[in-house]
């Protein structure tokens, strides 16, 4: 998969822009990179739990232009593991872990994750949704509820 050339937050706006479901799975396709597919996994599977408290935590946004901000998103996505039900991260640590992540990155992006630890990207960006998401990565979200 390639690096990613635009940030998170620069692709779903993208997405805002346009209308059409199929220049919205075009623009999917044409930046899908490690850090997209995950955030998106992340947030559209009701088996991805994060063991963190609801909403955004209290940290220093990071108002730099993205291309100066002080880490890149698909640097800390690896990190998200570290936040999820079962990790070996004690849960006292999480939120501090988290904290410094979110203070790492240019913050449309932290944003972006606080909504997809909480599930809620689409009260963000209008235009990602589960449909979308299956159009353009079929086998990303896993239908747990038809598996009972």
Do not use: C
């Not at 739990?49 to 690896?78: C, M, Q, W």
Request: positive net charge.
């Amino acid at each position: 998969m390639k690096k990613m050339k635009l940030f998170p937050h620069e692709i779903f706006e993208k997405l805002q822009e346009v209308r059409a479901m199929k220049d919205r799975v075009q623009i999917l396709e044409d930046n899908a990179s490690f850090a997209l597919k995950t955030i998106l996994q992340a947030n559209f599977n009701d088996w991805v739990k994060f063991e963190l408290p609801e909403g955004s935590p209290p940290y220093t946004k990071d108002e730099n232009p993205p291309e100066h901000s002080a880490g890149r998103i698909e640097k800390v996505i690896p990190q998200l593991k570290l936040f999820v039900e079962g990790s070996k991260l004690p849960s006292y640590k999480k939120e501090g872990r988290f904290v410094q992540l979110l203070e790492s990155i240019h913050h449309k992006d932290a944003e972006i994750l606080i909504a997809m630890k909480d599930k809620s990207l689409m009260k963000l960006y209008s235009a990602i949704t589960p449909a979308l998401v299956k159009k353009a990565f079929p086998l990303l979200i896993r239908d747990t509820a038809s598996k009972k």
